[in-house]
């Protein structure tokens, strides 16, 4: 049935024709970790970049999570050509060290720079392989598009004990 799904997008134009995607989720606005810091990361980052001397262009996506990642993709299928990785922004603000999960190639450059960049900072994190459970990286890294896409979060999703409850709340 035809209908509408809503998602925001701001692109931020830098010199050269590739961009970076940095891309979070708005489905669950209750839940503080696993959607809401998402949200607030997003924004910062959005902000951030838009002051910066940009060689590259920069894609940030807030949709739904998994149906909106997958409607945008459609939309804008010629245009993911352009995206040379990004990354997803979820469950930020956990009690938890930083995670990693790196994306479906495992050695892609964002997979090695942001590695380094935990070492070189002393930053206590964790490293997880990429596998096709998940936020939307499954989708942007999918068979047709195949957007090497990394998750950044504090306490991953699935894997602390207020995920997906009522729980997950700014207390």
Same mark, same amino acid.
């Given at each position: 049935?035809?209908?509408?799904?809503?998602?925001? *997008?701001? @692109? %931020?134009?830098? @010199?050269?024709?590739?961009?970076?995607? %940095?891309?979070?989720?708005? +489905?669950?606005?209750?839940? !503080?970790?696993?959607?809401?810091?998402?949200?607030?990361?997003? %924004?910062?980052?959005?902000?951030?970049? =838009?002051?910066?001397?940009? =060689?590259?262009?920069?894609?940030?996506?807030?949709?739904?999570?998994? %149906?909106? !990642?997958? !409607?945008?993709?459609?939309?804008?299928?010629? *245009?993911?050509?352009?995206?040379?990785?990004?990354?997803?922004?979820? +469950?930020? !603000?956990?009690?938890?060290?930083?995670?990693?999960?790196?994306?479906?190639?495992?050695?892609?450059?964002?997979?090695?720079?942001?590695?380094?960049?935990?070492?070189?900072?002393?930053?206590?994190?964790?490293?997880?392989?990429?596998? /096709?459970?998940?936020?939307? *990286?499954?989708?942007?890294?999918?068979?047709?598009?195949? /957007?090497?896409?990394?998750?950044?979060?504090?306490?991953?999703?699935? *894997?602390?004990?207020?995920?997906?409850?009522?729980?997950?709340?700014?207390?």
């Amino acid at each position: 049935k035809n209908g509408y799904l809503t998602y925001g *997008e701001k @692109k %931020i134009k830098g @010199k050269s024709k590739y961009e970076f995607l %940095i891309s979070t989720y708005c +489905c669950h606005p209750s839940l !503080a970790n696993d959607n809401l810091s998402g949200i607030v990361l997003w %924004i910062l980052l959005l902000r951030w970049i =838009k002051q910066k001397n940009r =060689k590259h262009n920069y894609r940030f996506v807030i949709a739904p999570e998994t %149906i909106g !990642a997958i !409607a945008y993709l459609s939309k804008n299928e010629s *245009e993911m050509k352009k995206v040379l990785g990004g990354f997803i922004l979820t +469950c930020v !603000a956990g009690p938890r060290n930083i995670e990693y999960k790196k994306s479906f190639l495992g050695n892609h450059f964002l997979d090695e720079i942001v590695l380094k960049k935990f070492d070189e900072i002393g930053l206590d994190y964790k490293t997880h392989n990429f596998d /096709i459970n998940g936020s939307d *990286e499954r989708q942007f890294s999918s068979p047709f598009y195949r /957007i090497p896409i990394g998750p950044i979060c504090k306490s991953k999703y699935y *894997e602390y004990d207020n995920y997906h409850t009522s729980k997950d709340n700014l207390d």
